[in-house]
């Protein structure tokens, strides 16, 4: 008689992957952009290469902030709002690229090891959840590293790598689809502006 194999067991074991499996509709129609199954087959070549090279990005994010704040005068002469679509497409493009970015308006990929949390399938910004695998892997999908391992590797190799211990704040959907670049930007103009007025 076969013995059962010890891995074979751990397959078949009930998991939040399968659980969702079990219960989705089983109808005809399924969305091509957010399937499972699009997700595993892709590879997370960039991203990963991203987290090891997580030092050398804050170090240049850390440039491009600057540029983007000596750009203060151009925005408001252009107008911050006139400026989003342009700013938003090349945003969406290369952060997409780099990072798989979900465009949630607020990034916070310096804090967690330049691992973007969205692409955890359960949108956790406060760390992992009870499920990571045994390999470091997602326990909904199966084939990808969980963002969270990753993004505590990639803060270990950054300057203010403890940054990811902060507690973040739940994600404000009315952001969404903004660009996070203009949003910091703005933001750090004001308080220049502000400290100038205490000065
Ligand atoms: S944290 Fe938000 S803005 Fe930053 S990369 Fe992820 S989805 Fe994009």
Known sequence: MPKSNPSQKGETRLTQASLVRRERDRTAYHPADVSPQRRVQRRYTMRLWSVR???????????????FLALHPVWNAVGYARAE???????????????DCRMCGQCILSSTGMSCPMNCPKQLRNGPCGGVRANGNCEVEPDMPCVWVKAWEGSRRMRNGDAILAVQKPVDQSLRETSAWLRVTALAAAEREKERENA
């Open 85 to 99: 679509k342009p700013v938003k497409f090349v945003e969406k493009r290369v952060k997409g690229f780099m990072f």
């Open 53 to 67: 090279h997580a030092r050398f990005l804050e170090w240049f994010y850390a440039r491009f902030a600057d540029v």
